[in-house]
């Protein structure tokens, strides 16, 4: 079962901030937040991942607690080709496996 | 970025036909490799893990024989589904994770084999 809890849809306007929060209260201290997105009939896209501290790349910013029982992807200026599935995922280290949930569907409207 | 690819992107066959998927790592080798189904508005299910070289480690509920993996080299495994029935139809998903260097933390994924099986 997956150990994340994420809003199953959510709307967004062209050019803004989209903010996807996901809960992860049970994380253990060992484990990475992941994220990733899949577009339709795609495999999944990795965007970011981090374990404590913020992380932010050039697609998007990951903002952690700092009780790690939550986190927010920002997508800062989002475009119509950012509409997907977004996944939040927790896994241990290299090598193992991830659980993927049901995911976050984010439209953005023009 | 780490480039993995997959072939055939889709495939129709007949019932009792067997079907081989074949997932490559592009540009890293691949310590560990995923295997994923997913059916129409689900999410994506864990089938199997594979690490070259050794048996692949399958998922409660997965049938092994039914669904065959290779992990012949560290930038190739394959899938074969043996035998399809159509409710074998769906979306297969593969992912791969680095040896060394900046891939070694993240699973990049393929994008993805279409079956479906008449």
């Known amino acids: 079962d997956a150990k994340t809890t994420q809003p199953p849809s959510m709307d967004c306007a062209e050019g803004r901030a989209a903010n996807l929060p996901c809960n992860h209260s049970t994380i253990s201290g060992n484990e990475y937040v992941y994220w990733y997105r899949q577009i339709h009939s795609q495999g999944p896209q990795y965007i970011i991942h981090?374990?404590?501290n913020n992380e932010t790349n050039e697609m998007a910013s990951l903002i952690i607690t700092e009780d790690r029982k939550s986190s927010t992807l920002i997508l800062p200026h989002a475009t119509l080709r950012d509409t997907a599935v977004y996944y939040c995922i927790v896994r241990v280290g290299n090598n193992n496996d991830m659980r993927f949930g049901a995911g976050t569907r984010l439209t953005v409207k023009p | 970025g780490a480039v993995v690819s997959q072939h055939p992107s889709r495939v129709i066959c007949k019932s009792g036909t067997s079907v081989k998927i074949e997932c490559r790592s592009l540009d890293f080798q691949a310590t560990t490799m995923f295997w994923y189904r997913q059916f129409p508005k689900k999410s994506l299910m864990l089938m199997a893990t594979?690490?070259?070289?050794?048996?692949?480690?399958?998922e409660q509920g997965v049938e092994k024989d039914k669904f065959l993996i290779n992990h012949a080299s560290l930038t190739l495994s394959t899938l074969t589904v043996t035998s399809a029935h159509p409710e074998d139809s769906s979306f297969y998903i593969c992912?791969?994770?680095?040896?060394?260097?900046?891939?070694?933390?993240?699973?990049?994924f393929g994008p993805g084999t279409r079956l479906t099986v008449l």
């Open positions: 992912s791969a994770e680095g040896l060394a260097g900046h891939h070694t933390d993240t699973q990049y």
């Open positions: 594979s690490n070259e070289g050794s048996k692949a480690t399958y």
């Open positions: 981090g374990l404590k």
